[in-house]
T-cell receptor, first 115, second 115 residues
Framework: SAVISQKPSRDICQRGTSLTIQCQVD?????MFWYRQQPGQSLTLIAT?????????ESGFVIDKFPISRPNLTFSTLTVSNMSPEDSSIYLC????????????FGPGTRLTVL | GNSVTQMEGPVTLSEEAFLTINCTYT??????LFWYVQYPGEGLQLLLK?????DKGSNKGFEATYRKETTSFHLEKGSVQVSDSAVYFC??????????????FGQGTILTVHP
């Protein structure tokens, strides 16, 4: 298994600003992902964080709005840029070993409120 | 594409009642299936998983059987407790193709258990 930590756990931000969320895994993993959970909703995949290369974004999400870095096998960041109140959500990082049989482990999430 | 459909909620039960949360899926190939649980204010925890047809996943008294013929993975528990109150998500990962390793979630079912 893997233990995942995220920072910050929550934040309140002003519109137009940016926030960078950090995700740290306690062991080397192959796959890392970022999800968004809007209030009262399910989880939606934002992107796959690829080590040493550009992230792979899902439909509806773009790099300019959600730049992602993954400099090594245990760390990734997600930036929410030029925020608006519609970006208020919980952002979750997940990690897993290669192979679709293996479960993904989730961080505790970052609760973001944009005023 | 892949999709997961959960029974509409919320579900409210008395302690020691029997629980069923229905989950059906659409996927190409042979996905792996999961149930995740989200307790209030927390991230997601893996509850159980099944990786092939007729597999039964179980944990903490919860069970679910991978039924390929009905494309279902219903969650059951014989006697719920107040501490089981949470949001339950059914999910799948594709084991090949462009969706490899990515989780697709159902909409979530809110369970409330009263003493």
């Amino acid at each position: 298994s893997a233990v995942i930590s995220q920072k910050p756990s929550r934040d309140i931000c002003q519109r137009g600003t940016s926030l960078t969320i950090q995700c740290q895994v306690d062991s080397q993993v192959t796959m890392m992902f970022w999800y968004r959970q809007q209030p009262g909703q399910s989880l939606t995949l934002i992107a796959t964080a690829n080590q040493g290369s550009e992230a792979t974004y899902e439909s509806g999400f773009v790099i300019d709005k959600f730049p992602i870095s993954r400099p090594n096998l245990t760390f990734s960041t997600l930036t929410v840029s030029n925020m608006s109140p519609e970006d208020s959500s919980i952002y979750l990082c997940s990690a897993g070993l290669a192979g679709g049989y293996n479960e993904q482990f989730f961080g505790p999430g970052t609760r973001l409120t944009v005023l | 594409g892949n999709s997961v459909t959960q029974m509409e909620g919320p579900v409210t039960l008395s302690e020691e009642a029997f629980l069923t949360i229905n989950c059906t899926y659409t996927a190409t190939g042979y996905p792996s299936l999961f149930w995740y649980v989200q307790y209030p204010g927390e991230g997601l925890q893996l509850l159980l998983k099944a990786t092939k047809a007729d597999d039964k996943g179980s944990n903490k008294g919860f069970e679910a059987t991978y039924r390929k013929e009905t494309t279902s993975f219903h969650l059951e528990k014989g006697s719920v407790q107040v501490s089981d109150s949470a949001v339950y998500f059914c999910a799948l990962t594709a084991t090949g193709g462009t969706s490899y390793g990515k989780l697709t979630f159902g909409q979530g079912t809110i369970l409330t258990v009263h003493p």
